[in-house]
């Protein structure tokens, strides 16, 4: 599968700056390659638009469903009389592989988020097949959080290639060890902590987000040779 899905413990956990941070050191170091960025459903204004001004990417590329208000994708498609379609946004998706080689999916919400009625983050990563990193924001409470969202994943048969602690907040080392212990989360989960993303005062700083990725273990999340 030439994709990876970036998905979180919760909504505002720091996906959008991943994914930024890596589009941002792929388009600096990776000449030679294309790649392409989606988020299949989003709900109010965001992530669509941030990526186009970004990056360049055409709005209905990036975001094959999209609906005004900023509530969950199946009451805000009720809103306006529509439901969730995933069969536009996996056609849509299916196109990205072929067009490009490598694309970055950012999920909506937590593996948990309703995608529609019937179902999760974490069934549209299992039905399209997608290996994903669990975003974190460092906070009292993250421990359980991952463990919840690691024990979602390995029901739903997702495939989580690491997780990525982000300070959603500003952070002192003391209270990154106490909220967020590498080394507990490792036992906990076996799953593997793949870096920190520092609290950013301005998340859309290119030159500083090249940084953060170049900081992360990035050639676990992306193909770089």
Request: hydrophobic content about 45%; overall charge negative; some cysteine.
């Amino acid at each position: 599968m030439n994709a990876l899905l970036i998905t979180g413990t919760d909504t505002n956990a720091g996906k959008t700056v991943l994914t930024t941070a890596l589009v941002a050191y792929w388009r600096r170091y990776c000449h030679e390659r294309s790649l392409g960025v989606m988020k299949p459903v989003q709900s109010g204004y965001g992530d669509c638009e941030l990526y186009s001004r970004l990056f360049g990417f055409a709005p209905d590329e990036l975001t094959p469903l999209r609906f005004a208000a900023p509530l969950a994708p199946p009451i805000a498609a009720a809103k306006e009389g529509q439901r969730v379609e995933l069969e536009k946004a996996w056609q849509g998706f299916k196109a990205m592989r072929q067009q490009y080689d490598w694309v970055l999916v950012e999920a909506l919400g937590g593996l948990g988020s309703p995608v529609t009625h019937e179902t999760t983050v974490a069934d549209l990563a299992w039905d399209w097949r997608l290996p994903a990193v669990l975003v974190v924001p460092i906070r009292l409470g993250a421990i359980g959080q991952i463990v919840a969202n690691v024990a979602l994943a390995r029901m739903s048969r997702v495939h989580l290639k690491g997780i990525i602690l982000n300070c959603v907040q500003p952070c002192t080392e003391e209270e990154v060890a106490n909220w967020a212990p590498i080394d507990l989360i490792q036992n906990l989960t076996s799953i593997p902590v793949l870096g920190l993303i520092p609290h950013l005062t301005n998340p859309n700083e290119l030159d500083k987000l090249v940084q953060v990725a170049a900081n992360l273990e990035i050639e676990r999340l992306l193909p770089l040779s």
